[in-house]
T-cell receptor
Framework: DAGVTQSPTHLIKTRGQQVTLRCSPK?????VSWYQQALGQGPQFIFQ???????QRGNFPDRFSGHQFPNYSSELNVNALLLGDSALYLCASSLGAFENTEAFFGQGTRLTVV | RKEVEQDPGPFNVPEGATVAFNCTYSNSASQSFFWYRQDCRKEPKLLMS???SGNEDGRFTAQLNRASQYISLLIRDSKLSDSATYLCVVTRVLTGGGNKLTFGTGTQLKVEL
């Protein structure tokens, strides 16, 4: 049973460019959340998708957008990249999203903006 | 003030030592509490849930004090393989559905020979 898979694993982009990151959730999971982890910090919640809709959003600008597909996989898009967007982007999947739901994380995509 | 605060460490301890990590949270609406472990350049993985009654899993003991909004993790007889960053996590269900995990910055543990 494959866990959460993310692609690509590493990416280098130039300031101003756009990037798309991809996530396939763990089999049977229907909810996908995205997190940004800067060096030396804990992961920060970007947004959560369920039934192909953005259900919740953290404190991130509109440059960060996403999508969830009918097969529950998800994409994170970041436009007009800034140097400060350099981070590890983590996708987490779960079955539902309740207070004690366990989230499973993918290995992350390490984005470097130069 | 950050919603979840942890001492970043690093904690350098000899093998076999007992080490304790503390965490405080500011949002009294927080509903569930966890410790995650993150190895260098890897994804976070759930270590254990934290309950008010306290819970133990082998060498690991977690405790929650809702009145003080304080969470702790105790590791006994530490092993070299325990070296990692330990992330304190609080969750709450959000208006409109869904939940949000809020992470502390993590506490780095280095267990040495």
């Amino acid at each position: 049973d494959a866990g959460v898979t993310q692609s690509p694993t590493h990416l280098i982009k130039t300031r101003g460019q756009q990037v798309t990151l991809r996530c396939s959730p763990k089999s049977g999971h229907d909810t996908v959340s995205w997190y940004q982890q800067a060096l030396g910090q804990g992961p920060q919640f970007i947004f959560q998708y369920y039934e192909e809709e953005e259900r919740q959003r953290g404190n991130f600008p509109d440059r960060f957008s996403g999508h969830q597909f009918p097969n529950y996989s998800s994409e994170l898009n970041v436009n007009a990249l800034l140097l400060g967007d350099s981070a590890l982007y983590l996708c987490a999947s779960s079955l539902g999203a309740f207070e004690n739901t366990e989230a499973f994380f993918g290995q992350g995509t390490r984005l470097t903006v130069v | 003030r950050k919603e979840v605060e942890q001492d970043p460490g690093p904690f350098n301890v000899p093998e076999g030592a007992t080490v304790a990590f503390n965490c405080t949270y500011s949002n009294s609406a927080s509903q569930s509490f966890f410790w995650y472990r993150q190895d260098c350049r890897k994804e976070p993985k759930l270590l254990m849930s934290v309950y008010s009654s306290g819970n133990e899993d082998g060498r690991f003991t977690a405790q929650l004090n809702r009145a003080s909004q304080y969470i702790s993790l105790l590791i006994r007889d530490s092993k070299l393989s325990d070296s990692a960053t330990y992330l304190c996590v609080v969750t709450r269900v959000l208006t409109g559905g869904g939940n949000k995990l809020t992470f502390g910055t993590g506490t780095q543990l280095k267990v040495e020979l």
